[in-house]
């Protein structure tokens, strides 16, 4: 079995702030901003609370933000989609390049991939609308979720 350590969420280019460490615990990783998806922040929830509306607490200066589409992968978590498809399973997908390296490491099936990305803690309340991050909390980059690769699917 191989063991792959893939980073996933907001870094400082792709979003350009941390992830959140929610007050429950909780390690949201946001997807990343991509034009060419369907999905946007709008679509995607943690309790009833639209990442869009999580992100503009967070990025106060950055409203346009509601408006952008992004990227979900990992897809690990079923209760972010507001629409969650039926047949919906958990998936981590790759295309070009990052495929095709893969497929040269004999990635298969068995194999365990490891997502982690950068965090930091929050305070206040999503709910309500006062979510920001706790001032002087260190930048951490933690493990956050896996997949065991079950199928290949190649287009």
């Given at each position: 079995?191989?063991?792959?350590?893939?980073?996933?969420?907001?870094?400082?280019?792709?979003?350009?702030?941390?992830?959140?460490?929610?007050?429950?615990?909780?390690?949201?990783?946001?997807?990343?901003?991509?034009?060419?998806?369907?999905?946007?922040?709008?679509?995607?929830?943690?309790?009833?609370?639209?990442?869009?509306?999580?992100?503009?607490?967070?990025?106060p200066k950055d409203l346009k933000i509601r408006?952008?589409?992004?990227?979900?992968?990992?897809?690990?978590?079923?209760?972010?989609?507001?629409?969650?498809?039926?047949?919906?399973?958990?998936?981590?997908g790759q295309i070009n390049q990052s495929q095709s390296y893969l497929r040269n490491q004999n990635v298969g099936i068995g194999d365990l991939f490891l997502f982690f990305g950068w965090f930091k803690q929050t305070e206040g309340n999503p709910c309500e609308g006062t979510l920001r991050y706790v001032k002087g909390a260190p930048d951490l980059h933690i493990l956050y979720g896996y997949l065991q690769v079950g199928e290949l699917i190649s287009e």
């Open positions: 079995m191989k063991v792959i350590l893939s980073r996933k969420g907001f870094d400082s280019k792709a979003g350009g702030v941390p992830n959140p460490i929610l007050p429950d615990g909780t390690l949201l990783s946001f997807p990343i901003p991509a034009k060419i998806d369907q999905l946007t922040y709008q679509d995607l929830q943690y309790e009833g609370v639209a990442y869009s509306d999580i992100l503009t607490q967070l990025k408006d952008w589409n992004c990227h979900l992968d990992p897809d690990i978590r079923p209760e972010a989609h507001l629409n969650l498809p039926q047949d919906w399973i958990a998936g981590f």
